[in-house]
Nanobody
Framework: QVQLVESGGGLVQAGGSLSLSCAAS????????MGWFRQAAGKEREFVAG????????NYANSAKGRFTISRDDAKNTVYLQMNSLKPEDTAVYYC???????????????????WGQGTQVTVSS
């Protein structure tokens, strides 16, 4: 029902910044809660940040608080993840996810999101 395409990943030096984008298809983007997850090699997929349908509520993993910012632009059918002060531990494939349901609080489990993008690689060198 909805297709998600991530972009903006790449190779950066520790302390640098990257801005990820997730473009969604469909006319009902504004009704979806959105989340960012990441999966490092050999590790489980983990929650990074989430934003509610209205954009009024956000949630961040402890590792992302103070460094990452999630936002959305419903007119452009796009959700963003601004990442500052990047660390080597942030190296992972980053995935965009969507959920048409109106959960409160924002869900942090990957299993709660039915729609996923293909991911974009973020590599942070020391």
């Amino acid at each position: 029902q909805v297709q998600l395409v991530e972009s903006g990943g790449g190779l950066v030096q520790a302390g640098g910044s990257l801005s990820l984008s997730c473009a969604a298809s469909g006319r009902t983007f504004s009704t979806y809660a959105m989340g960012w997850f990441r999966q490092a090699a050999g590790k489980e997929r983990e929650f990074v940040a989430g934003i509610s349908r209205s954009g009024g509520r956000t949630n961040y993993a402890n590792s992302a608080k103070g460094r990452f910012t999630i936002s959305r632009d419903d007119a452009k059918n796009t959700v963003y993840l601004q990442m500052n002060s990047l660390k080597p531990e942030d190296t992972a494939v980053y995935y965009c996810a969507a959920d048409s349901r109106d959960w409160n609080p924002i869900r942090t489990g990957a299993g709660g999101y039915p729609y996923w993008g293909q991911g974009t690689q973020v590599t942070v060198s020391s």
